[in-house]
C-alpha cells in the first residue's frame, strides 16, 4: 500500500472519469475497486456505467471530437483493433517505460494470461490491459444428461451412449431428443437455446464469434489481407461451408423455446437459468451470476461446462495454432489520447488488475486474467460451484482466439447483423442472405478505404 | 328511443374498458416489480404474493437512482421555468408587435421542435464540451438539459400560446395603454392573467417533455446530472435484464409525473381551447 | 392599431431572449448537419473526409433499404393516427357527458402520458413476451399463437396499439377541451329543431371541432414520425426489419454504424419530409381558422 500512496503523491486531488459497462465486473470496479483506491490515493474516480451501445458511442464521441472528457474507458477485446487503427488510445508499452516511477513494480506483465495478446497492436505494444475475461463455453444440465431414465431412452433411439456433445451433430442429436423429451413429459424443455433476436448485434455475434470458427470459417470469413468477403475475392463469407453453418443455425432453431427471438445475451442465459433448456452455448460471464446464484436460477447446482462442440477439422486447426473454435471475450480499460490525466489514468488501470486483489475480484465477478489466480488453491472451491469452469478454462483457453483484427469491426457488424437477421427471420434464404452479405461487406471495404 | 338508464350502462361499460385498458399494463410493470428474479423467469403469478423490496431499495438506496431522480425533477422544473421565463414575452411580442417576416420566424421556430432528435447528437456534444466556444463546457450539468430542451420546448410552448394570446382582444391592449400602461405592464396585468389556463397546460407539457425525454440527456449527461429516464435503458446489459429493479425504477418515474398531471387534468382541458372559439 | 416605431422595437425586445437562446443551440447544430451531409465520412473509414456534394442525397432516394423503412413509417402514422384520432374523439364525446365518477376517469386518462417512452416500450416487452408475458399466455389460450418476434404483422400491429395506448388519452383530452368550450347555443338550437344526436354531432359539433382536429393530426403526425425509445424497446426494428422505422434507421446509421455523412444527410431529408408534411397541414389548419374568425 506504501508503494501506491507515493507513487500517487504528486496526482492527489485530481478526479478521473471513467467509463464502463453496466455488467457486473465494472460495476465492482465502481463499487469497490474505485473507493478503495480513493482511500489509498486521494485521487477521486467519478465511475459512469453504460450499457453496450451507449458505452461505446460515448467514447467515440470523446476521441472522434478530441474533447478529452474520459480518462478511462471499457475497450472491449474486439473493438480494440479498430481503435489502435484510429490511434485513438494511449500506448502503454511506452507509458511504462517513460514513467518507471508510476508503474507497479509488482505489475508481472507475464502473468496475464494470453488473452492479453489480444490487446497488442503488430509491435508488440500494449494498448489495454485486460480486466475480464470469460470464454463462451458450452453449458449443459447435469442432471438431464444424468437422469437414468434420458439415457435409457436416447441410447434405445440413437444406440450410443447420452453425453455432451464433442461435434455438432451429436450436438444436434442431443437437442432434438430433449425437445422431445420435454414433450413426452410434459415438461417445459428444450434441446438448445441461442440469441436470435433478430434486428439486434446479438445473433450475428453469436454466428461470426461461435458458429462459424466451430465449423472451421475464421475471422468472420473475411480474408485478412485482401479484406475481402465474397469467395470470388479470397473471402469465406458466401462460400458453401458458411452457408451450410448459418443453414443449420436458423434450422436448429426449431429445437430451442419458441420465444427465442426474442433472447440477445442475456435471455439465453436467463432460458438455461429457468431450466427451460438442456444445453446450449453461453457467454460466461453469465455462468456465475445468473446460472449457478440459487437466488436468480432454478438450475443452481445442475449444471456443468465444457468446450463447444466442432467440427473435427477446427478443433485440428485450433490445435495446430491454425484457427479457433470460440470466442475469447473479454475487455480491458485503456486510456485515451486525449486524456487530461493519463498517469493518474494509469495508477487506476494497475490497481484495477493487481495481483493481489486479482483472486477476490474473481469471486465477486467470475472473470480470470492472471495465471496466478487460475493456479491458486482458493479456485477450487468456485470452480466447483460453477460447474467446472475454471478447469475447463484451464484446459481449453488456448483453443479460443480474440477477435480477428477487423478494424471496421463497429461499422460491418450491423451489416451482418441486417442480413443474418434476414435469414433468421426467414425473410431471406440463409444462401440469399450470406450472398447479400458477402457483397454488402465488399462494398463497404472499397467505401472505407481498404 | 334510448333510455337515459342504458345510455348510462353502456357509457360506464365503455369506461371500464377504458380503464381496464388503461391500468392493465401498469399494473402489470407494477407486479414485475414486487417479484424476485427467479419468479421472472418463468411466467410471473399474476397477483402479488411477497414484496421483493429490494427492487426498489438497490436502486433508490444503494445505488443512486434517487440522485437521478433529483436530477430528473431539477431538470424539469428547471426548464419550464426558462421556457415560460422566454416564450411568454416571445409570444407577446409576436402577437402584439409588428414584425417582418413574423409568419417565416414563426415557421422556423416550428421546424426546431419536427426535426428528428438524432441530428443533434454530434452537433449539441461539440458546443457543450467546448469545441465551438472554447469555454463552454456544460455536459454532465443540469444547466445543459435546461437549455438543450429550450430547443424543442420553446417552439412548442409558443405556438401553444400563440393562439390564445392572438384571441385576447386587442382592445384590452389599448385601454390598458390609455391607462399609461407600458408595454412590460400589459404584459403582466391583463395578457397573463388572461392566458392563464394556457400557460398552465404549456407548463405541463414542456414538463412532461422534459421529464421523459432520454436521447439527449443520455448523450449530455454522466455521472452527475443524469435524469432518470438514461438509467432506465441501464438495467439492459448482456448479463441479465433485470426486469424487477426495471419496471421498480418506471414505477417510481411515473408517479411524480401523474401527481402532477392526475392534479392538474382540469387545466389542460380549460386550456387547450386553442382560442379559436369565438361567439 | 398603433404601429409606432417604439412597439417594433418592444416586439424584437420581447422576443429576441427566446430567439437567442433557440438560435445558440439551433442554428449551429441545423447548420453543421447540412454541411456534414455533403460529405462522405464514416469515423472508422481510412479514406477520411470526402466532399461529395448532393451525392449523398442521390443516394438516399436510391437506397432500398431508407425507403422501405420510410414506407413503413408512413404506414405506420397513417394507421395509428387513422386509429388514435377518431378514437380520442369518441372517448372526449363520450367523457363529456354527465356522469357520477367523471373527473376519476379524466384523471386515468393522464397515466399513459406520465410514462416515458423507453419505460412504455419495456413495459410492452414485459406484457408481450411469448412465454412469459401475460397477453400472450391468454391469447394461447384461444389458440392463437402471439409471438412478435417472429410475426412481421403482430409486431407492427404491437407497436400501433402500443402507440395507441400512449397517445388516445392526450387526444382524448384536447377533444375534451374543444368539446367543452362549444357554446351550448348551437347545441341547443339544433335540439329544438329535432336533429338526434348523430346530426347534432355531424352538422354542429364536428365543423366546430376542425380547428382543434387539424391541430391535433399536426401535433401527432410530426411526433409519431419521430418515435424511436418505444419501438427499439420493443422490437428493435425486428422481427427482421417488419417495424425498422425511419427514425430507428437514422439512429442505427449515426450512432451504431458511425456513418455521421449518411446519418446527416438522413436526417436533413427527414427534417424536410416533415416540414413539407407539416407546411401543408398548417396551411390547412390556417385556413379552417380563418373560416371561423
Redesign the interface.
Known sequence: MEWWEKAAEPYRGVTL?V?G????PSIVLRDIAAPEFEKVTGIKV?????????EY??F??DV????G?YDAAYIEQDAIY?FMQ?KWLTDLTELMEKNPQITDPDLDVNDFTKFIEYFKDSNGHIFGFPFEAFLKMYIYRTDLFNDPEAKEAFKAEYGKDLKPADTWEEYEQNAKFFTEWGKKKGIELYGHTAQA?????AVAYEIVESIWPAMGIYNWGINLEKWRATVENGGQVNSDKAKAALRWYVDMLKYA??????Y????E??SV???KVAQGLV?C??LA??ICNP????VAGKVAVTKPPTTPEALADAKAGKGYIGYYDGASYSIPYCSKNKEAAWLFIQWVTRKGWDLEYTRLASRVVRKSTLESPEIKDMDIAQGGYFTAFKEYESLFSGAAPL??H??II?IYM?WI??A????ATPEEALDGLAKEIDEAMV???? | MITKTVKQFFIYLVLVAITIAIIFPIYWTFLVSTKLKIELLDRPVPYPTRFASENYSRPFVKDIYGQYLMNSILVALGNVGLVLLLAIPATYGLSRFKIKGKENLFFWLITNRMAPPAAFIIPLYLIFSGKVLSFIHLIDTHLVLILTYCLFNLPFAIWLLRGTIDSLPVELDEAAYVDGCSNLGILWKIIIPLAKPTIVVTAILTWLFSWNEMLLASILTSTRASTITPAIIKFVTMAGTDWGEMAAVSIVCLIPAFVFLGFTQRYIIAGLTFGAMKE | MKTSFRKQISGWGFLSPALAVIGFIGIFPFVYVVWLSLYEYNVFSLKGWIFTGLGNYLKLILDARFLDSLYKSILFVGVTCGIQIPLGLAFAILLSQQFVGRGVFRTILALPLSMAPVAIGSMWVLITRPAVGPISYWLSTFGITYNISESSVQAFLTTVIMDVWHWTPFVTLTFLAGLTSIPPEPLEAARVDGANAWKTFRYVTFPLLKPIFATILFIRIMDTFRIYDEIWALTSGGPGTATRYVNISLVRTTLAQSDYGYGATMSVFLLYLTVALCTVLLKLISKVRKEYE
Open positions: 472519469k467509463i459497462q453496466s455488467t457486473a467519478d465511475f459512469e456505467v453504460q450499457p453496450w451501445e451507449v458511442e460515448k467515440i464521441r472522434t471530437g478530441n474533447t472528457i479498430a484510429q433476436k433478430t434486428g439486434y448485434p423455446p419458441p420465444d427465442v427471438k426474442t440477445t445475451w442475456d435471455e442465459s436467463s437459468a429457468a431450466g457467454y460471464e453469465n451470476p445468473l437466488e436468480k436460477s432454478k478494424p471496421m463497429l461499422v450491423d441486417n437477421s434476414k433468421v427471420a426467414g425473410e467505401k472505407l478505404g481498404y
